[in-house]
């Protein structure tokens, strides 16, 4: 069974960083090919991909609203997946969650469009 387990969300002012971090079991990053990335939900607002990246083509996908502000890294020995948060904003907040997809695809299509399995979310609050 393939679980996702988020870690390092928090309380951070504007302008502030984060790292969240993603540990994963039930699949290796080394012999699975999978789609693996950050999805994030705010209040009354539809969950929406952030940053993704796919083993398959080694492409990456990351929101718009996101672009040079985050990114997505992975530790492939020990399985895990990062996000680097730099210059928060507080349309940021949100809760973050690990997710992956096992499709061979560009990692934009399981960014924009969903993936396989998800983790419990990790609550990111960006205050002024």
């Not at 960083?17 to 994030?40: Q, V």
């Amino acid at each position: 069974e393939v679980q996702l387990v988020e870690s390092g969300g928090g309380l951070v002012q504007v302008g502030g960083s984060l790292r969240l971090s993603c540990a994963t079991s039930g699949f290796t990053f080394a012999d699975h090919d999978h789609t693996i990335g950050w999805f994030r939900q705010a209040p009354g607002k539809e969950r929406e991909g952030v940053s993704c990246l796919s083993s398959s083509d080694g492409s990456t996908f990351s929101a718009d609203s996101v672009k040079g502000r985050f990114t997505i890294s992975t530790n492939n020995a020990e399985n895990t997946v990062y996000l680097q948060m730099n210059n928060l904003k507080l349309e940021d907040t949100a809760v973050y969650y690990c997710a992956v997809d096992f499709a061979r695809v560009a990692a934009r299509v399981p960014c924009s469009y969903g993936m396989d399995v998800y983790g419990k979310g990790t609550l990111v609050t960006v205050s002024s």
